[in-house]
């Protein structure tokens, strides 16, 4: 058995499912830029045959990416499949996964199958991937809820075709630690043909036991590969957390003993691209990545610290991307600097037009803001590419006026298919009445289901970051904007989700 855990991500598949997490090419693209300089091992790119879109953001990242295997989702049917193949040509180092559910609660409602019926398309799935691709992972999807008998069975069958990786996934997020690894230990002991796949968790985190059921099992059922995605994002409670996997096995080598790939200094940096991008905000006590992960606030731990710090703390902030956090730029930075900063935040930008246009939103940034953090700098591109994204409305310009005991009023222009329009309106506070100003032009009739507002930098000089999540016929889509003006920041955010309710989706979802 190698003493090498392959990480395998799934941000941008998985985790793109959560309800208003969807994610342009573009934004894509960058964040497994990021994911590559981490130094991920796998990259699930995401489920080519799901869109049109998703097939477009695959293909962009095989062709990019050249240091992780790239990988696509396919159910287990031969469309799927060769779309998932198609999407992959150009890949460097390019996996199938393909999969179908085997528990009897999933196989009877969802599939309405038999389990012969299951058996027999996993097996022609499989043998048809493997025609197509050297490497091809199967995943029994709610394979913990499955009866072992059946899963012993499919699992042999699909090894003995060339599946070269089995993932056993706790879809629902039902597993305890303990039972998950033995359920994993005796699979592996009594599928004959089991040390001929590599074994692979994959945890959802519904009992927020992701990361324990992931590592139990690693340490009790033997898989060397962990399925996680940045911050944990994914469907309803997410999926196993990839900073706190990695670093539970990095600061505890002495039980684990295990060898990763990855770059830990990373971390933050990919963490805050992942938040930024998809709207979708830390919470402040998170493990590893957040705001408060490493600040001590009692008298006896500051004490502590200060005297020696692994009184406290089992883990260096700088070591995991923390001390990132400085002033990188201000007002009288040129061109080069800016474009140096953005490489070393592992922006990349297709054309120097680009560039200059996000070097433009930079000046008009410092002529507002005197300190510019590498926050505001990753802000103001992931703005930037949600804008050439979508481009049907476009922030122009605001005025608002509230004062104590009047109601406040706003007045927004804004372009609309690149024709600007002025809407105004009153409402509860200005954020409000911006909001409604634009509302009463656009009529979207769409539903707000969360506005959150986000100091980027930490003091009132910083930037305001503002998610707008909204939600119409069925869909819902997160809309993120900033700006030194929070009024401003949030019409931005409103335009923004506005936009991507407008593009259509023709999506397939994953467990459907
Ligand atoms: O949770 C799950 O079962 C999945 C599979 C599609 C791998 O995401
Ligand atoms: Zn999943």
């Avoid at 995991?320 to 070393?344: C, H, M, P, T, Y």
């Avoid at 410092?366 to 476009?394: H, N, P, W």
């Avoid at 104590?404 to 009153?426: H, I, L, N, Q, W």
């Avoid at 959150?452 to 904007?481: D, P, Y």
Wanted: net charge negative; with cysteine; proline share 2%.
């Amino acid at each position: 058995m190698t003493d090498k855990l392959i990480i395998f991500d799934t941000t941008l598949r998985d985790g793109e499912q959560s309800p208003g997490a969807s994610m342009t090419r573009d934004e894509k693209l960058r964040i497994a830029r990021q994911l590559e300089r981490l130094k991920v091992d796998v990259i699930e790119a995401g489920f080519a045959a799901s869109s049109n879109g998703d097939f477009e953001a695959v293909q962009a990242i095989a062709l990019a990416i050249k240091d992780a295997t790239i990988c696509s989702l396919s159910r287990a049917n031969d469309r799927d499949i060769s779309r998932a193949a198609e999407a992959l040509k150009g890949a460097n180092s390019a996996r199938i996964h393909t999969f179908i559910a085997t528990s009897p609660l999933h196989m009877e409602k969802k599939l309405r199958m038999s389990p012969e019926q299951v058996f027999e398309q996993a097996k022609q799935s499989v043998r048809f991937a493997r025609n197509l691709v050297g490497d091809v992972e199967f995943s029994a999807e709610d394979g913990y809820r499955s009866e072992m008998d059946f899963l012993c069975r499919v699992v042999e069958a699909v090894i003995a075709e060339g599946a070269t990786t089995i993932n056993i996934p706790d879809t629902v997020g039902y597993a305890i630690p303990e039972l998950y690894g033995n359920f994993i230990k005796t699979l592996r002991e009594r599928v004959p043909n089991s040390d001929k796949a590599i074994w692979s968790v994959h945890c959802h985190n519904d009992l927020g036991m992701a990361v324990a059921n992931s590592l139990a099992g690693v340490m009790i059922g033997g898989a060397r590969q962990v399925e996680c995605t940045i911050n944990g994002l994914g469907e309803r409670a997410g999926n196993c957390s990839l900073e706190e996997v990695v670093m539970a096995i990095k600061t505890r080598k002495d039980y684990f003993n295990l060898d990763l790939n990855i770059d830990i200094k990373q971390i933050v940096a990919t963490s805050r691209m992942v938040s930024q991008t998809t709207g979708f905000v830390v919470q402040p006590n998170k493990a590893v990545v957040g705001a408060n992960a490493f600040a001590h606030a009692s008298g006896i731990h500051q004490d502590g610290v200060l005297k020696a710090r692994d009184t406290y703390e089992i883990m260096r902030a700088e070591d995991v991307g923390w001390s990132a956090n400085k002033i990188v730029l201000g007002k009288l930075s040129g061109r080069n600097a800016f474009k140096q900063r953005l490489e070393d935040l592992g922006v990349h930008m297709e054309s120097e037009a680009d560039i200059n246009t996000a070097f433009a939103k930079f000046k008009e940034l410092a002529d507002r803001k005197s300190e510019i953090f590498d926050e505001d700098i990753l802000a103001l591109v992931s703005e930037e590419s949600v804008s050439q994204a979508s481009e049907q409305y476009a922030f122009v310009s605001l005025s608002q006026h509230s004062e104590t005991g009047e109601r406040p009023y706003a007045s927004v222009v804004f372009t609309v298919a690149g024709k600007e329009v002025k809407a105004d309106s009153d409402g509860n506070g200005p954020v409000d009445a911006s909001l409604k100003a634009i509302e009463s032009h656009v009529q979207s009739g769409a539903e707000m289901v969360l506005y959150s507002v986000n100091a980027i930098s930490g003091s009132t000089e910083s930037q305001g970051e503002v998610t707008v999540r909204l939600q119409n016929s069925g869909r819902v889509v997160n809309g993120v904007g900033s700006d030194p003006d929070i009024v401003v920041a949030s019409a931005k955010a409103y335009l923004s989700a506005l936009n991507k309710l407008q593009s259509k989706s023709d999506r397939v979802a994953a467990q459907g």
